[in-house]
């Protein structure tokens, strides 16, 4: 296995530049965002930006600077133009600036630390830790100023950086799709797909520490063996590749096994053929949650299933349920999460350094957007933005 966290500062060679213009005066550039003007693959579209420095922040309103911001599937398909929610377009990131074209700036979560407060800002100092409650915030970037409405604190004593910068996305789907879909009591069994996820991770160590039983799929891969370790040691059950559910002896077993307690949940964030094999596992009136697809084929499932089992098919949207809850809703869950202590998921930093040109940070996150497209990432990349060295 590689190492679980690596940290990458070295520069990329200089490609063509994907410059925006802005008007020129003497004020000082002193942040950086990473953007996009139109959407199409991100390893082509997105570029980096310099923007003046921030003034003093209004009333009810904070300075921060981020510390940590996540890549997520749904970020890179936010830059696709393909996810139903999008950061709201820009002409400017700083005062004094006007682009020729609007740009857009990634990233619908990551951890802050507050630099400067407003007038009127209460629970809030410098140096606490806060993440977003708006959504599409633009987190890839190193600064921002934004309303006291917009972030949640978070007790930075009682949570690492990697799990506060990951806290609103992962962590809480696989926490709310285990409570809000069946009543699942101890020694219930779970099946789910893509069992190496951040999702999937989450999903195995709270069903732990509820007692509840998980099978767990992946995709085959030369360290299975140790992957399979790993997912044992957060506390899967049991562990095995979609090729295996070709071995109609080892799907047997699984259904012995599984006999006292069919499995009324089947979480799904690859969808195709694997899920309507892992669907004829299941027991009657199981529920299919999906909440991804990332084989990009359409959910399968068992027609006899539907008919006669009382199979039921929903979608879950993290995002949907932050707007369908209020804040203290998502202030509670983020204490619950917290409170459980899990392991921080597979990770690698991604530094853009200061140091570098915008041609030169445009092409080292393009570069990082290229190695994910080619799944060369086995783990989840962390952004770092520093602002820039003048």
């Not at 393909?82 to 682009?99: D, H, I």
């Not at 921080?344 to 190695?371: L, Y």
Request: glycine share 8%.
């Amino acid at each position: 296995m590689l190492p679980r966290r690596l940290v990458h500062t070295l520069a990329s060679p200089s490609l063509p530049a994907h410059a925006h213009r802005f008007s020129t005066s003497s004020m000082r550039y002193a942040h950086r965002a990473i953007v996009f003007s139109h959407p199409g693959e991100p390893a082509d579209v997105l570029s980096a930006l310099t923007y003046p420095s921030l003034p003093p922040p209004p009333p009810r309103a904070l300075t921060i600077r981020f510390r940590l911001s996540p890549v997520n599937p749904s970020d890179v398909n936010v830059v696709e133009g393909v996810y139903p929610n999008k950061p709201a377009p820009t002409t400017s990131l700083g005062p004094g600036q006007q682009l020729q074209e609007p740009v857009y700036v990634p990233g619908n979560e990551g951890l802050a630390e507050v630099v400067s407060v407003g007038d009127g800002v209460d629970g809030l100092a410098e140096g606490d830790w806060v993440v977003m409650a708006k959504q599409q915030a633009g987190t890839w970037s190193s600064a921002r100023t934004v309303g006291v409405e917009d972030v949640i604190r978070l007790p930075k004593d009682e949570v690492s950086e990697v799990n506060a910068a990951t806290i609103s996305v992962n962590p809480p789907t696989a926490y709310n799709m285990l409570r809000d879909f069946v009543d699942l009591t101890e020694g219930d069994w779970v099946i789910q797909n893509g069992a190496n996820s951040a999702v999937g991770q989450a999903v195995i160590q709270i069903a732990a520490r509820r007692g509840l039983k998980t099978l767990n799929f992946v995709r085959d891969r030369p360290d299975l063996d140790a992957l399979k370790k790993e997912l044992t040691e957060i506390g899967a059950t049991g562990v095995h590749t979609y090729d295996e559910l070709n071995d109609k002896s080892l799907v047997k077993q699984l259904k012995l096994l599984m006999a006292d307690r069919p499995p009324r949940l089947l979480l799904n964030c690859v969808s195709g053929p694997t899920t309507l094999a892992l669907a004829r596992l299941l027991g009657p009136g199981a529920h299919v949650v999906s909440y991804g697809a990332m084989s990009k084929q359409p959910l399968m499932l068992p027609t006899g299933a539907l008919i006669w089992k009382g199979l039921k098919a929903e979608g879950y949207f993290m995002s949907q349920w932050y707007k369908d809850h209020g804040r203290e809703a998502r202030e509670s869950l983020f204490k619950e999460l917290i409170a459980l202590k899990l392991k921080e998921p597979a990770h690698e930093m991604v530094v853009i350094p200061g140091t570098m040109s915008d041609e030169e940070a445009g092409e080292r996150v393009r570069e990082v957007m290229r190695r994910i497209a080619e799944g060369r990432y086995g783990r989840k990349v962390l952004l770092r933005v520093e602002d820039p060295v003048q």
